[in-house]
């Protein structure tokens, strides 16, 4: 999980553990969770648009141009219309949902 903001990442990350999700989370530095994700890749990303959307989407520009993470698959979460089409834009291959959507779209993900 990349959230920007520490509360909410909390949250959500203890939401997710609740229901049998193994997460870790970056609240803090884009680079780090860069090298977090390429040295350990996840089984997915998860991206909170509502908090600082342009940093969610310049990590996972990021990502993007390595080989190992090319094909990662991202999740992008909440935000506002031209946050989302900005990181549609930017990100390739990349999922959009609401929070309120979020599980629907996990579960396609075995925890």
């Known amino acids: 999980l990349v959230q920007w ?3 909410s990442a909390d949250a959500r990350a203890a939401g997710l553990r609740a229901a049998g ?5 970056e609240f803090e530095d884009g ?4 090298r977090r994700i390429l040295n350990n ?3 997915l990303v998860l991206f ?6 342009s940093h969610s ?14 094909r990662l698959p991202m999740l992008f979460i909440d935000g506002d219309e031209v946050d989302i089409d900005k990181t549609r834009s930017r990100v ?3 999922l959009f949902a609401s929070s309120e959507l ?4 996990l579960s396609k993900f075995e925890p």
């Open 21 to 25: 999700y193994e997460v870790t989370v």
């Open 31 to 34: 680079a780090r969770a860069t």
């Open 92 to 94: 390739f291959q990349a």
């Open 102 to 105: 979020l599980m629907h779209y």
């Open 48 to 53: 909170d648009l509502a908090h600082r959307a």
């Open 41 to 43: 890749p996840p089984d």
């Open 57 to 70: 989407r310049e990590t996972a520009a990021a990502l993007r141009g390595f080989k190992a993470t090319r």
């Open 5 to 7: 903001n520490q509360t």
